[in-house]
């Protein structure tokens, strides 16, 4: 059967309701000869008759009625399909992006800023969970963007900047020293240490290279968030090696001073993010790694370092 055309099922379905061809015609603004012409195709197509000659005009037949009901259906259904369409194209596109704790607060909040004047029509939804839980969701598609603080070898990742570590002590309490401290500065003090569930490499490689060069710190290991300071009081620790974003957030009181000093392999000591993804098809994906990647506001500060060695190259956006 040759294509259907919704034109010619408008002229059946119009004949029918106005039980006239040439007032069918003249409501669709089309000469009758041609009305006429397009019904006879029609009936052709189906090879039955669809329309009757009446006393006053044309009826449907049974088949024809049959026909009219789902014609009907279908001009209707493209009557509404443009409005459909733009509220489609009008609703907002959204990001799921993954978030874990430390993230500096004026960097991303620059981020939000930049994708609202950049990319208008599209919204960040924000899932805020621990590294290895959002390797797991984006594996699973449930996240669009993840920062991590570890680089996971199953996904394409760009390195985004570190953060280094330094030493929060208690109000009150001596100082541990008026400038940078080395690993050596720390002998002897027992420290609380993050332990983070799961695969995330949390501060095991300040206490692994600790140990490389024998300094002898008491490590309290513990898994801590907003309750840090009890965490530290509880375990009579004499202060806390975290980030100087997480001891603002989360130990204002206290004094925090930096650790200036390298990993084993020669790295700065200190908690580093990257931005993994799963697919980068999709120029909006595209557009915010980009933005992530090329905001500097809120990363310029001696705690706080871009990093340039990225292990995948991102792709551009359009």
């Not at 981020?111 to 805020?128: C, D, K, Q, S, T």
């Not at 999709?282 to 992530?292: A, K």
Request: hydrophobic share 40%; proline share 6%.
């Amino acid at each position: 059967m040759p294509e259907l055309e919704l034109r010619h099922l408008e002229y059946f379905c119009r004949s029918v309701e106005l039980g006239s061809i040439s007032r069918a015609a003249a409501a669709l603004q089309v000469s009758q000869p041609t009305m006429s012409r397009q019904l006879a195709r029609l009936r052709r197509q189906f090879g039955i008759d669809l329309l009757e000659r009446s006393a006053t005009g044309v009826v449907a037949t049974e088949a024809g009625r049959a026909l009219y009901e789902r014609a009907r259906d279908l001009l209707d259904e493209a009557d509404r399909l443009p409005a459909q369409v733009k509220a489609v194209a009008d609703r907002p596109q959204v990001i799921t992006l993954g978030l874990p704790s430390g993230i500096p607060r004026a960097w991303f909040s620059a981020v939000i800023r930049r994708v609202a004047n950049e990319l208008p029509r599209l919204r960040l939804e924000l899932v805020e969970e621990g590294t290895h839980i959002q390797r797991r969701l984006l594996q699973r598609a449930e996240l669009d963007i993840a920062l991590l603080h570890t680089a996971p070898p199953e996904s394409p990742t760009a390195a985004l900047f570190w953060q280094v570590y330094g030493v929060a002590t208690p109000p009150g309490t001596e100082r541990l020293g008026d400038g940078a401290l080395r690993l050596e500065d720390l002998t002897g003090l027992r420290l609380l240490t993050h332990v983070a569930t799961g695969t995330d490499t949390d501060d095991t490689l300040i206490r692994h290279t600790a140990r490389a060069r024998h300094i002898a710190v008491g490590w309290i290991p513990r898994a801590f968030t907003e309750n840090v300071a009890l965490v530290a009081l509880a375990s009579e620790a004499d202060g806390v090696v975290l980030t100087a974003e997480s001891a603002n957030h989360r130990l204002p009181n206290w004094v925090w001073t930096p650790l200036a000093d390298v990993d084993v392999s020669g790295d700065p000591l200190g908690v580093r993010t990257w931005v993994a993804w799963r697919d980068a098809s999709p120029s909006h994906v595209r557009n915010v790694i980009s933005i992530l990647r090329t905001t500097r506001k809120g990363l310029a500060s001696n705690e706080i370092q871009v990093q340039s060695a990225d292990r995948t190259p991102v792709p551009q956006p359009d």
